[in-house]
């Protein structure tokens, strides 16, 4: 079992930066392959940004490239988005999610276990 939270969301101006934490418990999370996903009212849940707890290897969607930044703590197992350059296009709720299981990195949200509740962001124009 991994246990997620999300902290720090909130609602923010366009061009304006926010930092997203992820807490993570339970199993060994260094084992995990860690992911973002967010989702827009209507839309599916889609991939933003993930890395690999063990090494640091870091993975990215073509809409956040260049403005957001996904890190890692380990003293305190918790996950950051540091996202930058806001746009309203990037509105959504925001979720972290663990697989433990893969061998390699995935964007697919059914290889992913285990979630957090969620955190909303919203970007005003």
């Known amino acids: 079992q991994v246990q997620l939270v999300e902290s720090g969301g909130g609602l923010v101006q366009a061009g304006d930066s926010l930092r997203l934490s992820c807490a993570a418990s339970?199993?060994?999370?260094?084992?995990?392959?860690m992911g973002w996903f967010r989702q827009a009212p209507g839309k599916e849940r889609e991939f933003v940004a993930g890395i690999r707890w063990s090494g640091g290897s870091t993975y990215y969607a073509d809409s956040v490239r260049g403005r957001f930044t996904v890190s890692r703590e380990n003293a305190k197992t918790t996950m950051y988005l540091h996202m930058k350059r806001l746009r309203p296009e990037d509105t959504a709720v925001y979720y972290c999610?663990?697989?433990?299981?893969?061998?390699?990195?995935?964007?697919?949200?059914?290889?992913?276990?285990?979630w957090g509740q969620g955190t909303q962001v919203t970007v005003s124009s």
């Open positions: 999610a663990a697989d433990p299981a893969s061998t390699s990195f995935s964007i697919s949200v059914r290889e992913y276990e285990y």
């Open positions: 339970g199993r060994a999370v260094n084992s995990c392959y």
